[in-house]
């Protein structure tokens, strides 16, 4: 079963906006929503964007998301010294019998 | 409040199996399903397959199937992974998360239980 592919780092300085993509295929992305999960080191990972580009309920507004097509992409805008984490991107595939699948993560770095 | 309580961390050797499991509290059990992804060391994400408490419905990722065993007790609220034929590259912290209403996304993790495989 495939992966989405995202890069593998990013980085920015406080204030600066950050942005990862995320490349799937018609039969992730292309048919499904995305979500994006934050993941902060020796945590469980955390859901932040979900259906594309809504914010559960205490994810600040700095963080955002987009789809077009079979690519998506997360924005984090006013980067933060405590974004530095691990980012997956995520949809549901509807081949075969249907599965999940996470993007190779991006690992965020705040210079 | 919603929250999901693994069970602690287990070493096993090559060939054995292991049953990872994880009470959910603060919702309705049956109403949601429950999922379960695994992490090995440095590594992404990866999802293994779900199950639905509601009537015991689950599907398993192909990599997965023949080996992993998705139960779910709902007189105690728990979901269970049991994971066969353990080899060494089985070793990973293993979650379980529960599915948003409405969406497929999960909105709330456990802790993570850590599997080692070593002979």
């Known amino acids: 079963q495939s992966v989405l592919t995202q890069p593998p780092s990013a980085s920015g300085t406080p204030g600066q906006r950050v942005t990862i993509s995320c490349s799937g295929s018609s039969s992730d992305i292309g048919s499904n929503a995305v979500n994006w999960y934050q993941q902060l080191p020796g945590t469980a990972p955390k859901l932040l964007i979900y259906s594309n580009n809504q914010r559960p309920s205490g994810v600040p507004d700095r963080f955002s998301g987009s789809k077009s097509g079979t690519s998506a992409s997360l924005a984090i805008s006013g980067l933060q010294s405590e974004d530095e984490a691990d980012y997956y991107c995520a949809a549901w595939d509807d081949s075969l019998h249907g599965f999940y699948v996470f993007g190779t993560g991006t690992k965020v770095t705040v210079l | 409040q919603v929250q999901l309580v693994q069970s602690g961390a287990e070493v096993k050797k090559p060939g054995a199996s292991v049953r990872v499991s994880c009470k959910a509290s603060g919702y309705t059990f049956t109403g949601y399903y429950m999922h379960w992804v695994r992490q090995a060391p440095g590594q992404g994400l990866e999802w293994m397959g779900w199950i639905y408490p509601n009537n015991g419905a689950t599907t398993y990722a192909q990599k997965f199937q023949g080996r992993v065993t998705m139960t779910s007790d709902t007189s105690i609220t728990t979901a269970y992974m049991e994971l066969s034929r353990l080899r060494s590259d089985d070793t990973a912290v293993y979650y379980c998360?529960?599915?948003?209403?409405?969406?497929?996304?999960?909105?709330?993790w456990g802790q993570g239980t850590l599997v080692t495989v070593s002979s």
């Open positions: 998360a529960k599915v948003s209403a409405g969406v497929v996304a999960f909105d709330y």
